[in-house]
């Protein structure tokens, strides 16, 4: 008949309780050659070089997902820490359906167009309004809620491609607005 394996723990008792230690190997979970320190496998992806600095491994033959589940009053989120704090957060909160990206410096998107509102983007950044009322907008805004007359409210500056600069940042164009009174 057929082998069945498994694994149940039940420490009680003691000051430290593990439930369980794998010392010197790898976990597989639904896979006996675990490719990493966790595998969890729901089915062969084909062939593919997995990261060398890859821990936990989520393969599967279809689409695959990682899920986190909460109340609908909490958030779930990801955090990317070093020995000082989180530096960057991944957050979603279910009570207001909004996600926030968090950087201690930059976020940056590698990609060719970035889209919102629309996800075929036409051109390198494409804001898309739900109706035809409004059209996209785009808003800058001055932290500072003390504006003086002649302030700068907001820049678009055009840069000249980095093997034409002499630092890799020289403005070739921009568009400013400046307060015309204080507020």
Do not use: Q
């Amino acid at each position: 008949g057929a082998i069945n394996y498994g694994l149940r723990v039940n420490a009680t008792g003691g000051t430290t309780n593990y439930s369980a230690i794998f010392e010197g190997g790898n976990v597989g979970i639904g896979t006996a050659s675990p490719d990493k320190t966790l595998h969890v496998w729901g089915g062969d992806a084909g062939s593919h070089t997995v990261n060398a600095s890859t821990n936990v491994l989520i393969e599967d033959s279809g689409s695959n997902y990682l899920e986190f589940a909460t109340p609908a009053a909490n958030e779930s989120g990801i955090l990317f820490s070093d020995p000082d704090a989180a530096s960057g957060v991944i957050t979603y909160s279910h009570s207001t359906d909004d996600m926030t990206l968090t950087a201690a410096d930059n976020i940056i998107f590698s990609c060719d167009k970035v889209g919102i509102g629309t996800a075929a983007p036409i051109s390198h950044l494409e804001v898309r309004s739900p109706d035809n009322n409004t059209g996209g907008i785009v808003s800058i805004t001055n932290a500072n809620g003390n504006i003086g007359s002649t302030d700068v409210l907001g820049r678009i500056n055009f840069s000249a491609p980095a093997e034409h600069a002499t630092d890799g940042n020289e403005v070739a164009a921009s568009i400013e607005a400046e307060a015309e009174a204080a507020f």
